[in-house]
Structure formats: C-alpha cells, structure tokens
C-alpha cells in the first residue's frame, strides 16, 4: 500500500515539513510538500493524495480553514500539527473535520505510526470495488431508528437520505448502532475506534461525537439517535 500512497504535508516551516518527508520517503510513501494552504489546495487537485498532514499556524489561510475546505469535497484523513497544546486549539482542530492532532515537537516515530493508523482505517473505509453486487440484505447491514449502516460499501443513511461520513465517524456510528442498548464510555469509544491506549480520549471522542449528531441533523430530530447518558458515555436504543 505505501508505495501507492501519496501524502500531502502542509507547512509554512521548511525545516519540519523536509523532516517529516524524509521520515515518511523511508517508510515508502510518496510526498508531496506545499508551503501554505492556497498551494496545498492546488496540489490536492493535481495528484491524487490519501492523507494531509496540515499545520494550523500560517499565514494568509490558515490549516483550519483548509482543513474545513477539505471537508467540503473529501473524507480523506486529515491530521494537524500545531506548535499550540492548549485542548481548545485541538477540539478547534478536530471540530473542523480533522482525524487526529499532534503537537509540536513531536517525535517523527509516533507521527509516522499515526499515519499509518489512519491510512488503515482510510483503506478499509474506501475498499476496491467488488465484481459482486452487494446485497441490500448483506449482513454488514445494520437497520436502527431510521438509520442503516452497511458496512461492506461504508454507506450511511438516514430516513432514506444518504450521508458522508469520515471513516472515524463512521467507526464510531458503527461501534454504537452494532451494540445497541450498550453505554459505551469514551476511553472506551477511543480504545475501540483508535485501537490505540487512552490518549486525551474524552475531548477527542466528544468532539467527533458532536460533528456527528450535526451530520445526523439530531437537532431538528425529537428521537435523537444517539443517546447521551451523562457522566456514563453515550448509546444508541433499539
């Protein structure tokens, strides 16, 4: 897969931004650098690119802004880098659509194991297309208040209209809508979708929780899907 695979890193610093190709060249990817976020958006047009490590902090438009201009065409992964560690500057980060954040100095290892994390997900969430018509009846289908999850195409709809959703979102509906009944926690939520040790999970998964429910349009709905069960975690009813 690596070496199909073509990563877009946007950062206004040449030195971090030749630091993390060589890191992700010798791990087989292809790279493709911009040093601000009008060229990072002509070169998503120009090649066609699995994953965007984008930096918040540049001049003109900033990587919040670009990470939401994504957003508007693409649910390739997206992960910031951003020299602030302050937790309201990450949710800004993942309420604008991105995957995941690490903060500067970051050690060019985790990143490059983050990468590859997202890029698995990204792989299952966009498999290649089957020669076999997939049955509406599959059993990756989950039916749930009005909401059905197929799991081998990754289409979501609810009430007959069909939804885009990224492939953590997704994860997370699918984890929720499969256990019905079941209050999950975060660190639990995190754990299960991530696959990875608690690390900041409550503030990442409330946030991708929150995205969600606006894609659900939960609230122009009185039978919300998704059940808040305060100081427990979160659910979805039968």
């Known amino acids: 897969m690596a070496t199909e695979t073509t ?5 206004d610093e040449k030195e971090i931004a030749d630091l993390v190709e060589i890191y992700l060249v010798s791990d087989g990817y292809q790279v493709v650098k911009a040093n601000d976020a009008e060229e990072g958006l002509r070169l998503l047009n120009e090649y066609e690119v699995q994953l965007v490590l984008l930096d918040i902090m540049m001049p003109g438009m900033d990587g919040l802004e670009m990470c939401a201009k994504i957003r508007e065409t693409r649910n390739i992964p997206i992960i910031m880098l951003s020299a602030k560690s302050a937790d309201i500057d990450k949710i800004k980060g993942l309420g604008t659509g991105a995957d995941d954040y690490v903060t500067k100095p970051f050690n060019p290892l985790e990143l490059t194991a983050r990468v590859k994390s997202q890029l698995r997900r ?9 020669e076999e018509e997939v049955s509406p009846k599959k059993k990756g289908e989950i039916s749930v208040r009005g909401l059905i999850i197929n799991r081998d195409n990754h289409k979501v ?3 007959g209209k069909e939804i885009r959703l990224t492939p953590i979102e ?4 699918y984890l929720l809508a499969s256990n019905t009944g079941r209050v999950f926690s975060t660190d639990e939520i995190f754990q299960n979708v991530w696959n990875e040790r608690v690390y900041e999970a409550t503030n990442t998964v ?16 009185e039978d919300k899907i998704i059940t808040t069960v305060w100081g427990v975690g979160y ?3 039968k």
């Open 206 to 221: 409330m946030v991708h929780i929150r995205r969600l429910r606006g894609k659900l349009k939960e609230d122009s709905r």
């Open 170 to 173: 997704f994860d997370i509906l």
């Open 122 to 130: 990204y792989t299952q969430f966009n498999p290649r297309s089957s």
């Open 157 to 159: 709809s609810v009430d």
């Open 235 to 237: 659910k979805i009813e």
């Open 7 to 11: 990563i877009l890193v946007v950062d």
